[in-house]
């Protein structure tokens, strides 16, 4: 018998890695405002909204902007991202988790992904997956983006599933304390693979299996 009836998936470092490309982007933008970024700064941005992950990054700056400033900030770091992102294709897909991905489709999981990213859509697009899943929640149809539960309590909503039968698979600490507020189970992969507050700790996705049956 199974655990759970689904499984809702963050995107970026589990599904697929953008990782880099936020960094690069973040990194072109912070070189230009002459403020300091580097990969350890990086790091305090994973698995927060785009705004959120600016203000960070201002927080070195040598002086204030107005939110029109931000605002123009925010969408050229999307546009220099984005480019990024149209590089991508089914072949950035591992085979590990394609293959995992396929097995719990086949044991009748009801798959989602719950992703703060408004660019969501266009990366499962470019890998492939823009038809694979039962439900995309992501930044595009949430107010609040994590740790706070929304993006996982919406994508679970969209299944017709309640947060005890679904479980949460996250990369980041943020996630897991998202998914944790929301009342879902978590399974721990990359950066938070280590993360105590984590039911499951899994060093490759297909390590998920074994955590459902």
């Known amino acids: 018998m199974l655990k759970y009836k689904g499984i809702l998936f963050d995107l970026d470092g589990v599904i697929c890695s953008t990782d880099e490309y936020h960094y690069l982007a973040w990194k072109a933008l912070a070189d230009r405002l002459g403020i300091p970024f580097d990969r350890e700064r990086n790091n305090l941005l994973r698995g927060v909204s785009r705004m959120q992950s600016l203000e960070i990054v201002l927080q070195k700056a040598d002086k204030t902007y107005t939110e029109e400033q931000k605002a123009a900030f925010a969408e050229e ?109 978590c399974a721990a992969i990359g950066d938070a693979k280590d993360d105590p507050r984590a039911a499951y700790h899994l060093t490759r996705l297909s390590d998920l299996l074994r955590c459902v049956r």
Do not use: W
């Open 77 to 185: 770091k999307n546009a220099l991202y984005r480019q990024y992102l149209s590089q991508m294709s089914p072949r950035d897909l591992d085979e590990d988790v394609k293959n995992t991905l396929r097995t719990l489709r086949d044991e009748g999981i009801k798959l989602a992904i719950g992703s703060s990213s408004k660019n969501t859509p266009f990366i499962l697009e470019r890998i492939g997956l823009d038809r694979f899943f039962d439900a995309v929640a992501d930044g595009n149809c949430i107010t609040h983006s994590k740790p706070h539960p929304e993006v996982f309590l919406k994508a679970a909503e969209m299944l017709l599933l309640d947060p005890h039968d679904c479980l949460v698979v996250e990369d980041a600490r943020a996630g897991v304390q998202s998914a944790l507020a929301g009342g879902f189970d």
